[in-house]
């Protein structure tokens, strides 16, 4: 079990494109969390405000329990808690949808960015989610590697994706913006990666497996489901 989230040294604040042109990263100090079994902190977690458009919606779309992670590919953490999402979700059809935003730290992260631009231009041939398990089940080949493009142009081709249409859509500005876009978003709530929000509820610390479902099971019988 991770004993803290990934804390980010830099905080994307504003992207500026000209030509295709770079962006602007600012930096801000993070802070870390301590695992808990996730009970006990429900009533005393902040609201976040909504903020909608942008997000990869996994499970039923009217599932009355949403999930959101704000994660990054190269975070070990992050790629820790993949499995257990995927638990989470297989234990409550219907009910229970994740929404994954997009946080690479960079400073920390050499190949975050990349793996996010990779899986917006998988999604552009409505390959979103194969990508994003592929990346955080193969975190360890590609995440050390300097030539990581490499692997994720083969990730393309292993789920079947027009390697033209792939890398056209990696060098493509506005996939870099989709990116960007979800950062904005995080920006003032995320203090290391993951950070989870449950029904507008944001999760202070880290829950293990069971922790997670406790908050689900909380909103659920809020909710009088």
């Not at 803290?4 to 969390?33: D, E, H, M, N």
């Not at 999930?67 to 190269?74: K, R, S, T, W």
Request: aromatic letters at 8%; one cysteine or more; hydrophobic letters at 40%.
């Amino acid at each position: 079990m991770p004993k803290s989230k990934t804390a980010p040294v830099l905080v994307i604040v504003a992207a500026i494109f000209v030509a295709g042109g770079i962006a602007v990263y600012l930096s801000r100090q993070g802070s870390t969390a301590a695992p808990s079994d996730g009970k006990n902190v429900a009533a005393s977690a902040p609201s976040v405000p909504q903020q909608p458009g942008g997000a990869r919606i996994r499970g039923a779309a009217d599932a009355p329990v949403t999930l959101v992670e704000y994660g990054d590919y190269q975070c070990p953490t992050c790629g820790h808690y993949h499995p257990i999402l995927m638990e989470l979700l297989s234990r409550y059809p219907g009910k229970l949808k994740l929404e994954y935003h997009h946080y690479p730290l960079i400073e920390l992260h050499q190949n975050a960015l990349k793996a996010s631009i990779a899986a917006e231009a998988a999604a552009d041939q409505g390959k979103f989610w194969e990508m994003h398990d592929l990346l955080y089940e193969h975190q360890n080949e590609w995440a050390p590697n300097p030539n990581a493009d490499a692997i994720f142009l083969q990730f393309a081709l292993q789920l079947g994706l027009d390697s033209n249409r792939f890398m056209q859509s990696v060098r493509a500005p506005g996939t870099r913006d989709r990116v960007l876009a979800d950062v904005t978003r995080g920006n003032s709530i995320v203090k290391g990666t993951p950070t989870f929000v449950i029904n507008g509820q944001l999760i202070p610390e880290l829950p293990n497996l069971e922790g997670l479902a406790d908050h689900v099971n909380r909103q659920l019988v809020a909710l009088g489901k």
